[in-house]
């Protein structure tokens, strides 16, 4: 069964700290995301990576970057966490192979208050 | 501004009858559109999808059509069941550029 693990269900940080979000797959997929989604706003796309070491910026990259070192890893860093930045956080990935036609596999997502 | 709109936050529906959740789009460079399902505490999962070049798609209890003059899709469900009930998500891409707009969710709530 194909999978998408995110490190934390639930977390919780104060204004100013440095916060890291690990998301992995298990399905060998090339491509991954990092979404957030408010009420009444859908899913926005923070980052995306289309390879090992490679990353484009979404709609929303302010305050955020990532990391990709190993296929099947990718992560969310906020380097100053602030409170505009509470929210649900989800990971995705998705095979190359059908361009985009390929449905996104998600994480069941962290919940990060930011106090 | 959104390129695309879900219009109705929630929407209630009696089991066994027709659950029609509505979506409209602004872009009409989108060449294709899915339909995504979420529970509390669950990351989305993929419902069902539709290429421009068609203007309805089935799945068993699930049927998506497109209207494109009128920058339009709708997903229908029928008979609703009470595991229907959940968020669902209309999003579209363009098949020059990756991304996958979203709309903001539909909350559907099946009545026994």
């Known amino acids: 069964d194909v999978k998408v693990t995110q490190s934390s269900r639930y977390l919780v940080k104060r204004t100013g700290e440095k916060v890291f979000l690990e998301c992995v797959q298990d399905?060998?997929?090339?491509?991954m995301f990092w979404y957030r989604q408010d009420p009444g706003l859908g899913l926005r796309l923070i980052y995306f990576?289309?390879?090992?070491?490679?990353?484009e910026k979404g709609d929303i990259p302010e305050g955020y970057s990532v990391s990709r070192e190993k296929k099947e890893r990718f992560s969310l860093i906020l380097e100053s966490a602030s409170t505009n930045q509470t929210s649900m956080y989800l990971c995705?990935?998705?095979?190359?192979?059908?361009?985009?036609?390929?449905?996104?596999?998600f994480g069941s997502g962290t919940q990060l208050s930011v106090l | 501004d959104q390129q695309v709109k879900q219009n109705s936050p929630s929407l209630s529906v009696q089991e066994g009858r027709i659950s029609i959740l509505n979506c409209d789009y602004t872009?009409?460079?989108?060449?294709?559109f899915l339909w995504y399902k979420k529970y509390p505490a669950e990351g989305p999962t993929f419902l069902i999808s539709?290429?421009?070049i068609k203007d309805k798609n089935e799945d068993g209890r699930f049927t998506v059509f497109l209207n494109k003059s009128a920058k339009h899709l709708s997903l229908h469900i029928v008979p609703s069941q009470p595991g229907d009930s959940a968020v669902y998500f209309c999003?579209?891409?363009?098949?020059?550029?990756?991304?996958?707009?979203w709309g903001a969710g539909t909350k559907l709530i099946i009545k026994p």
């Open positions: 995705a990935s998705s095979s190359s192979g059908q361009g985009v036609t390929e449905k996104l596999f």
């Open positions: 399905m060998d997929h090339e491509n």
């Open positions: 990576s289309y390879d090992v070491k490679m990353k």
């Open positions: 872009n009409s460079m989108f060449d294709y």
């Open positions: 539709i290429s421009s």
């Open positions: 999003a579209a891409v363009m098949d020059s550029n990756y991304q996958l707009i």
